[in-house]
């Protein structure tokens, strides 16, 4: 039990030195998976992270743009120059469809659809996209 007592105790550590619930659960799974390991190559047989609770985070809450200011961001662009045809489009497409920047630059022109986007994303995984409704527009010159 003393191995317990002193994780218990450097977690209260952080704690009181303000570390954030993230940070303190990040050194929870590191500490598990360690543990984990021990086990594994048999230098212990208890696991004495099996009962310890993990921290509830907080969720971020994250400040999107209103559909004024993605309006003011391609309205910026123009398509008199190949960039700024280009920009355009890039910021009209993730304001569009929320997809990630990586996502975008790394679109095919066989996932495009008339509705939809076939978008190969975060964790190597597949997914359809569609457009979101907003009240602005792209319109070209």
């Given at each position: 039990m003393f191995i317990k007592?002193?994780?218990m105790e450097f977690i209260f550590d952080l704690q009181i030195k303000n570390y954030s619930d993230r940070t303190?659960?990040?050194y929870n799974y590191n500490t598990t998976?360690?543990?984990?390991y021990l086990i594994a190559e048999e230098y212990v047989t208890l696991n004495i992270m099996a009962r310890t609770k993990l921290l509830k985070e907080d969720k971020t809450v994250i400040q999107t743009?209103?559909?004024?200011?993605?309006?003011?961001?391609i309205e910026a662009y123009d398509?008199?120059?190949y960039l700024n045809a280009r920009n355009k489009v890039?910021?009209?497409m993730l304001a569009d469809t929320g997809i990630r920047l990586s996502e975008l630059i790394n679109l095919e022109t066989d996932w495009i659809n008339d509705t939809n986007l076939k978008i190969f994303g975060k964790g190597a995984k597949w997914r359809y996209?569609?457009?979101?409704q907003s009240s602005y527009s792209v319109q070209a010159c």
């Open positions: 007592d002193l994780l303190i659960e990040t998976d360690f543990i984990q743009f209103t559909d004024k200011e993605v309006a003011k961001m398509f008199k120059t890039f910021v009209a996209v569609g457009h979101q």
